[in-house]
């Protein structure tokens, strides 16, 4: 046992270790949590490199704080997306889809050209999206996308009544660290969905609708 008043210089190198270790550990987690953190938004912490001001944060990684909704992601062209969840020692965030328009079949963003990210942003669209295409146009059959009577997008129409009779398509986001964008248009899909590690044969009820980011760590 080592006396409480024994001067830090004459422990011994083991010692020395053994309260060393446990602090340079928490160093970065004390950094993503503690400095330069942001106020409450509402409910909802922001932690560490969110910024939703100039005085706090990263100003790369700038949020929205909204005081009736909460937290808001803000797309490349300027669309906002309600955060619904954060996860600092994950690097994410998911914000909520857009809006379908049942009469229409569109997405409320679909004016922007849907979901989309800046070229260099420190955010990416994560490999755990899971994206459905609704209202599409024949054209969309020439991509890689699953638009059979099997996919999933089948399943969400019938339960949701929502763009029924369109032709539709799902398929699950890849891992680049280059993923931007989810596309809509009059020419292609005009409306979208996306859920987050949907299991396969998951009842609808269970699906975690969401669009999750990742975002690198600031250098």
């Not at 006396?3 to 340079?24: A, C, E, G, Q, S």
């Not at 049942?102 to 899971?130: A, M, R, W, Y």
């Not at 280059?178 to 248009?185: E, F, S, Y």
Request: charged letters at 20%.
């Amino acid at each position: 046992m080592v006396p409480r008043d024994m001067p830090f210089y004459l422990m011994k190198p083991t010692l020395i270790m053994v309260y060393l270790i446990p602090l340079l550990i928490l160093i970065p987690f004390a950094h993503s949590f503690f400095l330069n953190g942001c106020p409450k938004c509402g409910d909802m912490d922001v932690p560490y490199p969110l910024s939703t001001n100039d005085n706090c944060g990263n100003p790369k990684y700038k949020i929205h704080c909204n005081k009736t909704i909460g937290l808001e992601f803000i797309s490349a062209d300027g669309f906002y997306y309600k955060i619904v969840s954060i996860n600092p020692l994950a690097n994410k965030l998911v914000i909520r889809p857009p809006i379908i328009e049942k009469d229409t079949c569109q997405s409320s963003d679909l004016h922007v050209g849907g979901f989309k990210l800046e070229d260099d942003s420190p955010f990416t669209i994560s490999s755990h999206n899971t994206v459905l295409l609704f209202n599409c146009s024949k054209n969309i059959l020439l991509s890689p996308l699953n638009c059979s009577a099997s996919s999933i997008c089948r399943q969400f129409e019938e339960e949701k009544s929502m763009c029924m009779g369109s032709l539709c398509c799902s398929f699950l986001k890849d891992a680049s660290m280059t993923n931007h964008r989810i596309r809509v248009r009059v020419e292609g899909c005009t409306a979208y969905t996306s859920m987050v590690d949907i299991k396969p044969g998951a009842s609808i009820d269970s699906w975690n609708f969401g669009i999750e980011l990742q975002w690198l760590p600031p250098s």
